[in-house]
């Protein structure tokens, strides 16, 4: 017996380590999940209907999903002009910009939320030339947009440099040669072959925009029916003690969240099997 | 000739002059409103709002929660990875899955699923209050909550890196005779040592600046449970924006040394992966001569 389990698993520590592994993994993630689901469960129909017809509650959720997806757009065209840069076009300090990418992942989000606001303000550096415009950005929500954009910017470009890194100029060079213009190369060559990337890049980019908090508390301005995200009504929803509320918009949320990044998995799956028979 | 060389330098510059402009405004300003808006009303100002009694209580409670839950989920980090890796078994897609859950959680949910269980009328609230254990609104429920939001981060840098290292290294141990424990400290630990210090700094950073898990199970009791990032939201709600930002220039600091750090840690991984690959490389010829 012995002899057999030790030709089945060579190296020792096999049960030690997943035994912590799984155990610490049920204390402090799967069980709460799991009472959270049962908490979801055991409530009544009435309690969804009321959260979901409650037009604050669809404002928020139209602010939330829309911005993200609004931040995820941006950071993924600007993100891509980004990692371009740094992976193609070395110049001088291009090492000290590629690590000050990172700064929103090491920032915390309430010192970048209160800094993107005092920016964003009418009276702020950035949001005083657009205020003679009469377009205001913080306390509105393009505010929320900027916060989440901030946020998400790593998460593209940290994903497309390798995919980048890896994309060898002497395609675009052999298109270039024989006589396609810039453009064309791009699109039918370069684009292509990092969509994987850019997918990827997009999906994180939303997951954390769906999520975030820190950062936008500040900037929105928290008016509801306007500004209001749904983790400030979750929020809200715990001050006052109402945890069915809570429970039903915070598995509302994880469901919508899970199901759009379930989505762009499939699509993802569908571009790789596309690709993968032709190259 | 010299046309086509001009043509094919403008997207160069493009690219460069739309990169540094979108960062500057979008990184770099933002850092430097910090330490601006910080220093507003000079140094004694700024000395005594990072000093004052709260502020000090805010620092001690933010060092707690990372000095707990760093070596935590470094300790969880090393079991998983070294489950994963170095064996076979059913359900391990699964279980990798599942160790990323909690990056797929918002924080403010991940806050809220734990009043849910330790609560006063959660699960186990009538239990703990039975015991007279007070976690959520305490300081128990600031490091639960922050163990949650950091729990991937160390078994994420490490598994990948240990996949691809393989098992022979260890293998070649064991059937040399040494034992479990000193196969891990002289094989596998000088191996991964730089994946891990990475892993432990992108934690620590989380763990310090989590805001949105923490405000939901902290109680804001100042003075008590209020970490730095919590402390920031009260003294900006009550418009004391130049010790708002004093405090956050703290932050900020931490920010700047983990991004130095993390880019070192990064070039290190980098060459020990281009030596590792050469070596591999040139192997074949080594096993001819």
């Known amino acids: ?279 | 000739m010299p046309g086509k060389k001009i043509l094919s330098l403008w997207p160069k510059y493009c690219c460069i002059g739309i990169t540094l402009v979108f960062l500057s405004l979008f990184l770099v300003l933002p850092l430097f409103i910090v330490f601006g808006e910080a220093l507003r009303g000079g140094i004694t100002t700024y000395l005594a709002a990072i000093t004052e009694p709260d502020a000090r209580k805010a620092i001690v409670l933010t060092l707690m929660a990372a000095a707990v839950s760093v070596p935590l989920n470094v300790l969880f980090g090393l079991a998983a990875a070294w489950a994963l890796t170095k064996f076979d078994f059913r359900g391990k897609s699964l279980l990798l899955t599942l160790i990323d859950l909690p990056f797929a959680v918002p924080p403010v949910i991940a806050g809220f699923l734990f009043v849910l269980c330790l609560g006063t009328n959660g699960v186990l609230g009538p239990l703990l209050e039975a015991a007279d254990i007070r976690i959520i609104f305490a300081i128990p429920g600031i490091i639960i909550a922050t163990l949650f939001i950091t729990f991937p981060f160390v078994a994420r840098e490490l598994i990948p890196l240990m996949q691809e290292q393989g098992r022979e290294e260890e293998q070649a141990a064991i059937s040399l005779g040494a034992s479990g424990f000193k196969t891990f400290w002289h094989i596998t630990l000088p191996n991964i040592k730089w994946a891990l210090l990475y892993g432990a700094i992108l934690c620590n950073a989380r763990a310090m600046g989590e805001f949105g898990a923490v405000s939901v199970v902290s109680g804001h009791i100042r003075g008590a449970t209020n970490t730095l990032p919590l402390h920031i939201e009260i003294l900006y709600n009550e418009y004391n924006f130049t010790a708002a930002f004093a405090v956050a220039s703290l932050l900020a600091m931490l920010a700047l040394v983990t991004l130095i750090v993390k880019s070192a840690l990064e070039w290190k991984l980098k060459r020990e992966r281009q030596l590792q690959s050469l070596d591999e490389a040139l192997l074949p010829e080594r096993t001819v001569s």
């Open chain 1, 1 to 279: 017996m012995q002899l057999k389990r030790r030709r089945r698993h060579f190296l020792p520590g096999f049960g030690l380590t997943l035994g912590y592994t799984v155990l610490y993994l049920s204390l402090l993630v799967l069980i709460p999940v799991a009472v959270l689901g049962f908490k979801a469960f055991s409530l009544t129909g009435d309690v969804y209907w009321n959260v979901i017809s409650d037009p604050r509650t669809l404002a928020a959720f139209k602010l939330t999903f829309g911005a993200a997806l609004a931040a995820a757009t941006v950071n993924t065209l600007f993100g891509f002009v980004v990692a371009w840069t740094l992976t193609r076009y070395p110049f001088p300090g291009h090492r000290v910009v590629d690590a000050l990418v990172d700064l929103p992942f090491a920032l915390p989000t309430a010192v970048s939320g209160i800094a993107l606001t005092t920016l964003f303000a009418r009276t702020g550096l950035i949001g005083r030339l657009f205020a003679p415009l009469g377009i205001q950005i913080a306390f509105a929500p393009a505010g929320v947009i900027v916060a989440l954009t901030f946020i998400g910017l790593p998460f593209v470009v940290r994903t497309l440099q390798p995919a980048l890194e890896d994309l060898d100029p002497e395609y675009e060079e052999a298109a270039l040669s024989l006589g396609a213009s810039r453009l064309r190369a791009f699109f039918t060559v370069i684009l292509p072959t990092l969509r994987p990337a850019l997918l990827t890049g997009f999906a994180l980019a939303l997951a954390r925009a769906l999520g975030e908090y820190g950062s936008v508390v500040f900037i929105s301005g928290n008016m509801p029916m306007r500004t209001e995200i749904v983790s400030l009504l979750i929020m809200g929803k715990l001050e006052q003690f109402d945890y069915e509320g809570a429970t039903a918009l915070a598995v509302i949320t994880l469901l919508l969240s899970f199901l759009i990044l379930f989505m762009l998995n499939m699509l993802q799956w569908r571009f790789s099997r596309k690709t993968q028979p032709a190259g």
